[in-house]
């Protein structure tokens, strides 16, 4: 099943959802971050909400998610697009806890209790609209619908899935966002509200092998609903030397001094796909010269 999202709308329009599976992309992510399974299943949960995110816009537009706590795992940061592009990275790749009481990837304790989620939209207008709230678990699907529920003003119900191997490969992950559209019927929304609450978890309904639209029948049992959408989604990465002659020229003249007069390359690493740019003192030199 290739990696992608479905968004539905109910039949009277008073509820919304999009579920996706992101089982490739996530296995890449974290191929390329070499990370350790903790990290991983942190990964593959914000990885999975940027996607979501993502099918909420359109066009060109794109959203930015990052997850900062008290943690080991210090932070991860998610962007996404409404074309189906996500990318993403952990702040320490190898964090690795044993297993939360529950019998589960300690996803709280890596990221850290205490800490902040910011929502950053770029909906090309003049500026892009930030949001932050407190984390409320650090199990990343409940901060996105606490944010969604008390910055946006839209009840929402996110649920994220990400189930690794014996041996640390990703073996399916996913997620779902359900909202309740203003002045919601009662009726359609309190039968998706029980219908949610009767779900087994994304994991093991991924692992049975059920694709997005299946998991939507399950989420909309008794509620007719009518697609909207489906796209495929991937891990792509957006960074180009031009970005980062771009970065480079926002350094301080002092700074920039510095690195000219030490006659050495300067390296920048992409932080979300590990790629390398490689800047000589002349075009450092060049850069600076063009812009001040």
């Not at 329009?13 to 296995?27: D, I, M, P, S």
């Not at 009481?101 to 990221?111: E, I, K």
């Not at 009662?186 to 998991?215: F, K, W």
């Amino acid at each position: 099943m290739k990696d992608h999202f479905v968004r539905v709308m109910s039949g009277d329009g008073q509820v919304r959802a999009l579920c996706a599976v992101t089982t490739e992309l996530v296995a890449q992510a974290c191929r390329l971050h070499d990370t350790l399974p903790t990290a991983s299943v942190a990964l593959g949960r914000a990885l999975s909400a940027g996607v979501l995110m993502g099918g909420l816009l359109d066009g060109d537009q794109r959203v930015a998610l990052k997850f900062e706590g008290s943690g080991p795992l210090a932070k991860i940061l998610v962007e996404a697009d409404a074309l189906g592009a996500v990318r993403g990275f952990v702040g320490d790749p190898k964090v690795d806890l044993p297993f939360n009481a529950q019998g589960n990837f300690d996803v709280a304790g890596a990221l850290g209790r205490a800490g902040f989620l910011t929502v950053t939209k770029d909906l090309r207008l003049k500026q892009p609209s930030r949001g932050i709230v407190q984390l409320t678990s650090s199990e990343i699907a409940e901060d996105l619908a606490s944010y969604l529920t008390e910055s946006e003003q839209i009840p929402s119900a996110v649920g994220l899935g990400v189930f690794v191997e014996a041996g640390g490969q990703i073996g399916c992950a996913g997620g779902f966002l359900v909202q309740a559209m203003p002045a919601p019927n009662d009726e359609t929304l309190n039968r998706v509200i029980d219908n949610l609450a009767e779900l087994p978890s994304l994991s093991v309904l991924l692992q049975q092998g059920l694709d997005p639209y299946q998991i939507l029948e399950r989420i909309f049992v008794g509620v007719p609903f009518e697609e909207l959408e489906r796209r495929e989604v991937r891990l792509a990465c957006d960074c180009s030397r031009e970005r980062m002659e771009r970065a480079l020229i926002t350094l301080g003249r002092e700074q920039a001094a510095e690195l000219i007069e030490s006659e050495e390359p300067v390296e920048i690493r992409c932080e979300f796909c590990g790629r390398s740019y490689a800047f000589e003192p002349t075009e450092l030199g060049r850069l600076f010269d063009e812009v001040h």
